[in-house]
C-alpha cells in the first residue's frame, strides 16, 4: 500500500465549473499555468506513479481572504466520487468563531479524516492558546492534523508562523494527537527531527519544495544534511511519504525516495506503514 499523504486538489475535475471559484484559488494557492484534469487523467497519473491512495487537502482561509481554496465539501465531493483510491481531510480557519462546529460537521456528517491547518496562510502561531480547542476537538475524534510547516510558496503566507519550534508545545501538551510537520519543515529540517525524536506523535512527510532534480535534493537532504542512517536507525517510523502534487509530482519524487540508500522495510514503512498507522487506519 504506497499513500501520498499531501496532495492538493485545486484542478481536479468536479470542483472548478466555476471559473470565479478557479481564479481565486488558482490566486491563493500561487500556481496559474495549470489546468483542470478529469479524475480519469488523476487516477492514471496516480497509478503511473504507483500510487494507491492519495490524501487531499482543502484549505480555509475565510477570514484571511475571504474564501477557501478548497473546501471541505469539495473534499467529500471528491472521495465519494472514488472512495477506494482518496482519503479525505478537512480545514477550518481558526480565527472563525464557529471553527468547532464546523469541524464537527466535518468529521461527524462528512466524514473526513483529519485536519488541515496552515498558520503560514492562516496568520496563527501553533502555540497560540486559541487553537487549544481545536486540538482537543481532534483527540475527542481521535483525528490526526496535518500542519504546513516550513517554507510556503503560497503568497501571503509568512514562514515565521511555521517554525517547526512553534510546534513543541502542541505535541508536549496533546501526547495522544498525531501530528505531521509538514515538508520536513525545510529549511528547519533539524528542528523537525528533534521534534521527532523528543515526540513519538510527531511525524513528517517528504514534500520538500525541492531545488534542482528531485533526486539530487532527497540525496542532498538524505544523506548529506542529515546523517545517511538517521532515517534507517531512528525516524523509520515517523516519516510518510508526500508529494504536494500539483506543485510537485508523486511520480518524480516516489522513484527519488526510491533511490535513496535505506532498507527495504524502512522504505515500506514510509510508502504506506506510517500514513496507516498516522490516519488511525491501523494501530
Known amino acids: 500500500m504506497v499513500i501520498d499523504v499531501h496532495t492538493h486538489p485545486i484542478f481536479f475535475e468536479g ?13 491563493q494557492f ?14 492514471v497519473g496516480m497509478d503511473y506513479g504507483g500510487i494507491d491512495k492519495s490524501v487531499l487537502l482543502p484549505e480555509d482561509i475565510s ?4 474564501g477557501h481554496v478548497v473546501s471541505n465539501e469539495e473534499i467529500k465531493k471528491l472521495v465519494d466520487m472514488v472512495p477506494e483510491r482518496f482519503i479525505g481531510f478537512a480545514s477550518v480557519d481558526p480565527h472563525r ?3 468547532l462546529d464546523v469541524l464537527d460537521y466535518a468529521f461527524k ?16 502561531y501553533p502555540n497560540d492558546e486559541q487553537l487549544k480547542p481545536i486540538y482537543e476537538k ?6 490526526p492534523i496535518m500542519f504546513h510547516a516550513g517554507m510556503s510558496w503560497e ?39 528533534m521534534l521527532m525524536l523528543k515526540y513519538p506523535n510527531v511525524y513528517t512527510d517528504t514534500s520538500m519544495l525541492y531545488m534542482d532534480t528531485a533526486k539530487d535534493f532527497y540525496e542532498q537532504i538524505f ?5 545517511p542512517l538517521w532515517i534507517d536507525r531512528n525516524l523509520k517510523d515517523q516519516v510518510m511519504f508526500g508529494s504536494n502534487t500539483p506543485r510537485f509530482r508523486a511520480n518524480r519524487l516516489k522513484p527519488a525516495l526510491e533511490s535513496l540508500p535505506m532498507r527495504r522495510s524502512t522504505l515500506d514503512k514510509i510508502l504506506g506503514t506510517n500514513a496507516e498507522k498516522f490516519l488511525g487506519l491501523k494501530g
Open 223 to 227: 544523506t548529506k544534511n542529515m546523517g
Open 138 to 143: 481532534c483527540v475527542e475524534y481521535n483525528k
Open 155 to 193: 503568497p501571503n503566507a509568512l514562514a515565521k508562523y511555521s517554525q517547526p519550534l512553534h510546534f513543541e508545545e502542541v505535541a508536549l501538551h496533546h501526547p495522544k494527537l498525531r501530528i505531521c510537520l509538514a515538508h520536513f519543515g525545510w529549511p528547519w529540517i533539524n528542528e523537525t527531527i
Open 109 to 124: 456528517d462528512l466524514g473526513l479524516m483529519g485536519l488541515k491547518l496552515h498558520p503560514s496562510k492562516q496568520a496563527f
Open 30 to 43: 500561487g500556481i496559474f499555468k495549470q489546468s483542470p484534469q478529469s479524475i480519469e487523467q488523476i487516477l
Open 97 to 99: 468563531p464557529d471553527a
Open 63 to 66: 477570514t484571511i481572504a475571504g
Open 15 to 27: 470542483i472548478c465549473d466555476d471559473e470565479e471559484t478557479l481564479a481565486f484559488r488558482k490566486e
